[in-house]
Structure formats: structure tokens, C-alpha cells
């Protein structure tokens, strides 16, 4: 079963159209008109991405391990580029590492079962205030008390 993470904590998977791999997306395979949601590899070159600019309502990008950083490249990268939709991060993402998931401008973790019991959702929401705790907001705070 799939965890969704969020700001709020745990929720059940509310994503009910599948996902396209990247391949179909590419040759155009595979759409019905409906919400569209692609699944992109982490070995996914990030230069090829513009062409997910139009269409997915929803891009989940795959961490098949934790110490694998190159999802955070690939979210940050389509955000540059101007993608306004659902980005998702999915598979081996500790809640360690949910502050830099969420600056690499992803919306949400898709994590399993197993993973959500060894990491309760009391750890990934002691890291869900992201925006507080940034050099910018702390630096911000500084010049507040020093002036």
C-alpha cells in the first residue's frame, strides 16, 4: 500500500488515473484525454524535461535509494522550467530528507507501508515547517533582533 506525505502528515494515495512511464509520455502512447500523471526515472537527463511542460497534472520522479540525489536535480529543474503541476517525489526517501525535498519544489512523498512504520509520521511532520528554519528565514530573523 502507498503512503502520501505532506505537510499535514500521512494520507492515503488520492491519485486514482495510474501513471504513464516516461517513454509513453515521449512517443504519445498510452493517453486517454483524461488526467495525466508521468512516472519519471532518476537517470532521466534533465535537459530532456521540457516536453513535460504541457500535459501531466502530476510527475512523479523515482528515488530508488535514498542516497540517490538526483530526483532533487530533476524537481528543481522543472520548476525552472516553469512546471506548475503536482511533483512528487516516490520510493526511498527518508523524512531526514524531506526539507530539501520540499526546496527542491516537490509537493509531496509517496512512500510504502513498511517504510511508514519504521518512519512514523511524527518524524516527517517534525520537519514539516520547511519554510521556518531556512538560512534566509533565519537571516531575516537577525537582522530583526539586531536592528
Known amino acids: 500500500m502507498t503512503v502520501i506525505v505532506t505537510d499535514t502528515g500521512f494520507a492515503p494515495e488520492d491519485w486514482a488515473h495510474g501513471f504513464l512511464p516516461l ?3 515521449d512517443t504519445g502512447d498510452g493517453r486517454d484525454g483524461g488526467p495525466l500523471a508521468v512516472s519519471v526515472p532518476s537517470d ?3 535537459e ?3 516536453n513535460l511542460l504541457d500535459g501531466p497534472a502530476l510527475i512523479r520522479i ?3 535509494s535514498f542516497a540517490d540525489g538526483r530526483g532533487f536535480t530533476l524537481a528543481r529543474r522543472l520548476r525552472d522550467l516553469g512546471y506548475a503541476g503536482r ?3 516516490a520510493g526511498h526517501v527518508l523524512a531526514d530528507q524531506y526539507t530539501m525535498i520540499r526546496r527542491a519544489g516537490f509537493d509531496e512523498v509517496e512512500i510504502d507501508d513498511d ?3 519504521r518512519q512514523p509520521e511524527d518524524q516527517w ?3 514539516a515547517d520547511w519554510t521556518a528554519h531556512d538560512y534566509q528565514a533565519r537571516l531575516r ?3 530583526r533582533v539586531s536592528a
Request: aromatic share 16%; charged share 20%; proline share 8%.
Open 141 to 143: 530573523q537577525f537582522a
Open 44 to 46: 532521466t537527463d534533465p
Open 115 to 117: 517504510l511508514a512504520r
Open 23 to 25: 517513454e509513453a509520455f
Open 87 to 89: 511533483l512528487r517525489a
Open 62 to 64: 523515482a528515488f530508488p
Open 125 to 127: 511532520l517534525f520537519r
Open 48 to 50: 530532456t524535461l521540457g
